[in-house]
């Protein structure tokens, strides 16, 4: 099985910064790609940025970039989401997304919340 455990999400100021954890376990086959998605009430859950584990090539959505970097580790099977310049439109929970030929897999979600 393979468990994906999140950390770093909480409140913060409109222009502040997060930074995401996202740590892998267990027998994991074939990591092709990680990333994060996120999900705001009322909203479908949106891919926000993803590297590949051969090569750490990146991309991210638009409304992120200049703003959001995401990294990986690969020794750790870890990846990292750095958002600055937070916005009030960036609060959503933000689920890591760990990608297989054979499977995707999920964590359990952090909640970012961005409020003055």
């Known amino acids: 099985q393979v468990q994906l455990i999140e950390s770093g999400g909480g409140l913060v100021q409109p222009g502040g910064s997060l930074r995401l954890s996202c740590a892998a376990s267990?027998?994991?086959?074939?990591?092709?790609?990680m990333g994060w998605f996120r999900q705001a009430p009322g909203k479908e859950r949106e891919s926000v940025a993803g590297?590949?584990?051969?090569?750490?090539?990146?991309y991210y959505t638009d409304s992120v970039k200049g703003r959001f970097t995401i990294s990986r580790d690969n020794a750790k099977n870890t990846v990292y989401l750095q958002m600055n310049s937070l916005e009030p439109e960036d609060t959503a929970v933000y689920y890591c997304n760990l990608y297989t030929p054979l499977k995707d897999y999920w964590g359990q979600g952090t909640q970012v919340t961005v409020s003055s």
């Open positions: 267990g027998s994991i086959f074939m990591l092709n790609r």
């Open positions: 590297i590949s584990w051969i090569g750490g090539n990146t």
